[in-house]
């Protein structure tokens, strides 16, 4: 079957969504399916110029392919007549857009997400927010690990902040023990966010000792990171859920707030990780700990991969569920 | 500089529109420049043309310092420092609009289409800062119905040392999607008048099903089986390399084509003489009769005498060839002079 991966990208700068499009091509590619990725540019801002976005992304028609797979809101958009959506929660539903906005906003994703043969969640966290979003309920499929070679690693892993001006991990890093690295891994999805979080590393006395990727990474090159790691931030990411179910197949130990303890499944504390409120200095302390306490997190590490194996999560469950 | 390269494109379709994006790509990232490679999926549906190009125009594109535009509508795209690439226009409604291919009806509501076609794309090519096309065919088309000077930039082939000539064996080879207007079906009827042992290699992959079971059962009709290969699949890189590098000769007569085409290109790089067509287009742009290949009336039996010309006389078929090698350069189709155009 020929399946057409469709995603929005910020020009220069990718999308969470597109190491996903990436593993899920080469998965589909591997299982016999003929896989391609339509990457389609979109502007979130300024909010105003939200409507004119969305009706460019119905306006686009495109043909030739036996199915076609929405990874973000944005890219469901687009109209074909064998659609699924696959989606994480990545969607401007919050208080950036003005309220004349959020109705034109549900709308628009109320009829794309009618088109769609099947409609998936990545995870717990992208369900709750589109079933306060718009009230649509829909099933959770999360993405399947990267399959890694055993490493006990050594730095500690986190995705770039959502929020451009959130800096609490480098606070954190901060506080932390001079012998605690941290590497967010792959682009930031705001524009203008590395130079940022570059300058607040060297304003914090930290760029030494913390890596930033500068674009999004492919599978391959996002696995190698995953692989170096010794434990994994989930806090604030743009795709916590995905990064958390990655670094769990990965047998890495996960630090994570009590909201990911409760909608993952995969962390919990004491057993596959640490859960921490947000303040800098309780990050900073499970840095510490995760990277001097080494046997303890990859004891963590092994936990998660359990958890994640007794759900039964595979490529191929998830390609027949995103196909049927 | 942050570059943007932007072409509408057809999902799970591989040909030349999509080299001249990908390998500019990688010649761009070779240099240092960021490049996003954007393809914007477009039918060519009237009813649903105005519209789309209507997206187009929306497309925020202001992180890039310069974009580059190459298959329609891509030029529609806004940018302050916007250079195109143009490859061809959509051609029913431009120079095939009067002809027996335009297979639309000539009504109000497509003369409608075709004057509003029309006037967004004159005010389009005008917003450019720079006008390239791909063959002299386009930019006569470009001055004819929009009034636009262009400059011809020839696509140069990707990695083009990698073609050469090993020796010419008895198999003139044609290394080209298996499409009808590619008209492989011509050459197998000429080679059921060759009087040599001359052979045809017919490879490459297939939009559909339909044109290579047409082939098969003209080859079998014809009783063409052990002097015909026809092999349809993707033809990868290094095999087709190989391929060039031995065969006696290279083929590409397509219909009326815009450019010269990349297997016209290739082989011209391995030293092998092509055989065209009068009616070809734009290769006829690189290929001199008689001079680097043959340029025939597209009738089987001219093609077949040919054929048997070059497999009769070796020393004919490596002249020929060393011509068309000498072409590349004598055009200047280099991706040095690409680069410095359109980086100007």
């Given at each position: 079957m020929k399946v057409l991966i469709a995603c929005s990208v910020t020009p220069f700068?990718?999308?969470?969504g597109e190491v996903r499009a990436r593993l899920l091509c080469e998965q589909l590619n591997a299982a016999g399916h003929a896989s391609e990725i339509l990457r389609l540019p979109f502007a979130?801002?300024?909010?105003?110029r939200l409507p004119a976005q969305l009706a460019m992304m119905r306006s686009f028609d495109t043909w030739n392919a036996d199915h076609l797979l929405a990874l973000d809101l944005p890219a469901s958009l687009l109209r074909y007549p064998r659609k699924s959506a696959w989606l994480d929660?990545?969607?401007?539903?919050?208080?950036?857009?003005?309220a004349s906005l959020q109705g034109v906003l549900r709308n628009a994703t109320r009829e794309a997400l009618g088109e769609s043969r099947r409609a998936y969640c990545t995870g717990q966290p992208a369900q709750a927010a589109l079933e306060a979003a718009l009230g649509i309920g829909l099933p959770v499929l999360a993405p399947p690990p990267l399959l890694l070679p055993d490493n006990p690693g050594h730095y500690v892993l986190a995705a770039p902040?959502?929020?451009?001006?959130?800096?609490r991990l480098l606070a954190a890093l901060a506080l932390a023990g001079k012998e605690v690295r941290l590497v967010l891994a792959?682009?930031?999805?705001?524009?203008g966010q590395v130079e940022a979080l570059g300058a607040e590393s060297q304003r914090l006395g930290v760029a030494q000792r913390v890596e930033l990727d500068q674009q999004p990474l492919p599978p391959e090159a996002f696995g190698q990171r995953l692989s170096g790691a010794i434990a994994v931030i989930c806090i604030g990411g743009a795709d916590d859920a995905a990064l958390a179910l990655q670094a769990a197949g990965a047998g890495k130990a996960l630090i994570g707030t009590a909201a990911n303890t409760l909608s993952s499944g995969l962390l919990r504390h004491g057993l596959s990780g640490w859960t921490v409120d947000l303040a800098p200095a309780a990050i900073a302390a499970c840095m510490d700990e995760a990277v001097t306490q080494r046997h303890r997190s990859l004891a963590y590490g092994a936990q998660a991969r359990s958890l994640l194996h007794a759900t039964g999560t595979s490529w191929t469950r998830t390609i027949q569920a995103l196909l049927a | 500089m942050k570059i943007a390269l932007c072409s509408t494109y057809v999902p799970f379709l591989h040909g030349g529109a999509r080299n001249i994006v990908e390998w500019l790509q990688d010649m761009l990232e070779r240099e240092g420049h960021q490049v996003e490679r954007i393809y914007l999926p477009q039918t060519e549906v009237p009813d649903r043309l105005c519209i789309q190009m209507a997206a187009l125009r929306t497309l925020?594109?202001?992180?890039?310092?310069r974009v580059i535009c190459f298959r329609p509508?891509?030029?529609?795209i806004r940018h302050p420092h916007k250079i195109l690439w143009f490859i061809?226009?959509?051609?029913v409604f431009y120079?095939?609009?009067?002809?027996?291919?335009?297979?639309?009806?000539?009504d109000a509501a497509h003369r409608g289409i075709r004057a509003a076609l029309l006037a967004a794309d004159n005010a389009a090519l005008r917003e450019a800062r720079a006008v390239f096309t791909n063959s002299q065919v386009v930019s006569d088309r470009l001055r004819h119905f929009n009034g636009i000077d262009s400059e011809v930039l020839y696509p140069p082939v990707h990695a083009s040392e990698r073609f050469h000539c090993r020796g010419f064996n008895d198999e003139i080879v044609y290394i080209c999607r298996l499409e009808h207007h590619k008209r492989q079906h011509l050459l197998v009827e000429a080679m059921a008048h060759t009087r040599t042992p001359v052979r045809l290699r017919l490879c490459g992959a297939s939009s559909g099903e339909t044109y290579p079971d047409e082939l098969r059962e003209q080859i079998a009709r014809l009783g063409l089986q052990d002097k015909v290969t026809l092999d349809v699949r993707w033809i990868a890189e290094e095999e087709k390399i190989t391929l060039l590098a031995d065969c006696l000769a290279a083929a590409y007569l397509p219909v009326?084509?815009?450019?010269?085409?990349y297997p016209s290109v290739e082989a011209s790089h391995a030293a092998k003489a092509v055989l065209t067509t009068?009616?070809?287009?734009?290769?006829l742009e690189l290929v001199r009769d008689g001079v680097n290949g043959y340029v025939l009336p597209a009738d089987p039996v001219a093609l077949a005498a040919a054929m048997d010309s070059l497999y009769n006389d070796r020393a004919l078929a490596r002249r020929l060839g060393a011509a068309a090698r000498a072409r590349i350069d004598e055009l200047n189709i280099s991706w040095t002079h690409v680069l410095r155009r359109l980086l100007a």
């Open positions: 700068s990718g999308s969470p979130a801002d300024p909010p105003a929660s990545d969607w401007p539903f919050g208080a950036a857009a003005a902040p959502r929020d451009p001006d959130d800096m792959g682009a930031p999805f705001a524009p | 925020d594109l202001s992180a890039a310092d509508q891509a030029h529609l061809h226009h959509i051609r120079d095939m609009w009067d002809g027996p291919y335009r297979g639309l009806p000539d009326d084509e815009d450019s010269y085409g009068e009616d070809a287009g734009g290769v």
